[in-house]
């Protein structure tokens, strides 16, 4: 049965709200697909190809954001598409102002650098999040490791896997392999062992991976997070803010995130665009409640890591970081 058009679903804001792009062909839309982490089953990824045959012209684009679009889909036909791709469990994503797609790279599930369990975090947090209003687009993306092909410090929030390494001096044979691996110049031999330092370390886990004998370990993986970025006509480099978060206080973090803004935001603005109006401070006094020991301070921020992390000007022009008297005391270094 043929979907009855009315007004409301020629609304540009109500398309975009079910996921639908009004394309600049009359009539005619993209069905925005649903895949947290851009993961798919084989059985939904042949069901899109077969909705895009039989009610497109048989072209899947993937956004840049990881979701299956299907193009040029006449809009009175949407809703057989949608019950079909509903048949195998494929659900149309959304656009517009609200809590987007996360998306995550593969992860430490095959990939030899990741650190952290992105893909099983992006489902999670598309489960809870996903479609929430809020004032603009709300884009959350995770990084397995430092190396960030996911461009997390573009997203209105973003996790990055990250380790504090260890050495365990008594199987360190002092081959020094760690120290050739280290791109970053975080390690050097001293009286026959690795030295790391602090300052200089981005977190990476190279010195883990290449160690032959177990001597290089893991102290403590969890998440960097950096909030406020964007990309678009007016990008917006993402503010570090918390370091070596666990995993299981990444929700929280989003929630508590989510609930500033609320607060503190405005309509049409996106979060990077809050922080500076409103001030970072007050973003990390909310946050500070739940998650002060994982939250940068001043201290934390100075470090020459930043410097090398981000490019030339924007590490110097990090506002002050420090909380009133009072707050609690960020920053675990
Ligand atoms: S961010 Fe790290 S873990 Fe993820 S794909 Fe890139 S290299 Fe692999
Ligand atoms: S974690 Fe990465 S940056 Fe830090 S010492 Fe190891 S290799 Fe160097
Ligand atoms: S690679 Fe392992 S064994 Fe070799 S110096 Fe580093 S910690 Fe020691």
Request: hydrophobic share 35%; with cysteine.
């Given at each position: 049965m043929s979907h009855q058009i009315g007004e409301k679903d020629l609304n540009a804001s109500h398309l975009k709200s079910g996921g639908l792009i009004p394309q600049r062909q009359p009539q005619t839309v993209t069905i925005r697909c649903m895949a947290p982490g851009g993961r798919l089953t084989a059985a939904r990824l042949r069901r899109i190809a077969d909705v895009a045959e039989k009610y497109g012209r048989g072209l899947v684009h993937l956004s840049v954001r990881m979701s299956p679009e299907i193009l040029y889909v006449p809009l009175d036909q949407v809703e057989e598409a949608r019950q079909e791709l509903a048949e195998v469990g494929q659900l149309i994503a959304t656009c517009g102002q609200r809590f987007r797609v996360p998306t995550a790279c593969g992860g430490c599930e095959y990939n030899p650098n990741g650190l952290v369990e992105t893909q099983k975090l992006a489902e999670e947090i598309s489960h809870r999040f996903f479609g929430r209003p809020a004032f603009h687009k709300f884009k959350v993306a995770l990084a397995?490791?430092?190396?960030?092909c996911t461009r997390?410090?573009?997203?209105d929030l973003g996790f990055q896997g990250q380790v504090e390494p260890a050495i365990l001096s008594e199987k360190c044979t002092g081959c020094t392999l760690c120290v050739s691996a280290c791109q970053d110049q975080a390690l050097e031999m001293k009286d026959g062992l690795p030295q790391r330092e602090e300052s200089q370390c981005l977190r990476c886990g190279a010195c883990i991976q290449v160690c032959p004998f177990g001597?290089?370990?893991?102290r403590t993986v969890g998440y960097a997070v950096y909030a406020g970025g964007r990309h678009g006509k007016h990008p917006h480099v993402a503010y570090?803010?918390?370091?070596?978060?666990?995993e299981g206080l990444v929700l929280p973090f989003i929630e508590a995130v989510l609930d500033w803004y609320q607060e503190q935001g405005q309509r049409g603005e996106r979060l990077g665009a809050a922080i500076d109006r409103v001030g970072l401070k007050s973003l990390l006094m909310h946050l500070s409640s739940q998650f002060a020991e994982f939250l940068l301070s001043s201290r934390d921020i100075g470090q020459s890591r930043w410097r090398k992390i981000f490019y030339r000007g924007v590490a110097e022009a990090f506002p002050d970081y420090d909380l009133p008297a009072g707050a609690k005391e960020g920053g675990r270094v």
């Amino acid at each position: 049965m043929s979907h009855q058009i009315g007004e409301k679903d020629l609304n540009a804001s109500h398309l975009k709200s079910g996921g639908l792009i009004p394309q600049r062909q009359p009539q005619t839309v993209t069905i925005r697909c649903m895949a947290p982490g851009g993961r798919l089953t084989a059985a939904r990824l042949r069901r899109i190809a077969d909705v895009a045959e039989k009610y497109g012209r048989g072209l899947v684009h993937l956004s840049v954001r990881m979701s299956p679009e299907i193009l040029y889909v006449p809009l009175d036909q949407v809703e057989e598409a949608r019950q079909e791709l509903a048949e195998v469990g494929q659900l149309i994503a959304t656009c517009g102002q609200r809590f987007r797609v996360p998306t995550a790279c593969g992860g430490c599930e095959y990939n030899p650098n990741g650190l952290v369990e992105t893909q099983k975090l992006a489902e999670e947090i598309s489960h809870r999040f996903f479609g929430r209003p809020a004032f603009h687009k709300f884009k959350v993306a995770l990084a397995g490791c430092p190396i960030d092909c996911t461009r997390s410090r573009e997203m209105d929030l973003g996790f990055q896997g990250q380790v504090e390494p260890a050495i365990l001096s008594e199987k360190c044979t002092g081959c020094t392999l760690c120290v050739s691996a280290c791109q970053d110049q975080a390690l050097e031999m001293k009286d026959g062992l690795p030295q790391r330092e602090e300052s200089q370390c981005l977190r990476c886990g190279a010195c883990i991976q290449v160690c032959p004998f177990g001597a290089m370990t893991s102290r403590t993986v969890g998440y960097a997070v950096y909030a406020g970025g964007r990309h678009g006509k007016h990008p917006h480099v993402a503010y570090p803010v918390a370091q070596l978060l666990p995993e299981g206080l990444v929700l929280p973090f989003i929630e508590a995130v989510l609930d500033w803004y609320q607060e503190q935001g405005q309509r049409g603005e996106r979060l990077g665009a809050a922080i500076d109006r409103v001030g970072l401070k007050s973003l990390l006094m909310h946050l500070s409640s739940q998650f002060a020991e994982f939250l940068l301070s001043s201290r934390d921020i100075g470090q020459s890591r930043w410097r090398k992390i981000f490019y030339r000007g924007v590490a110097e022009a990090f506002p002050d970081y420090d909380l009133p008297a009072g707050a609690k005391e960020g920053g675990r270094v």
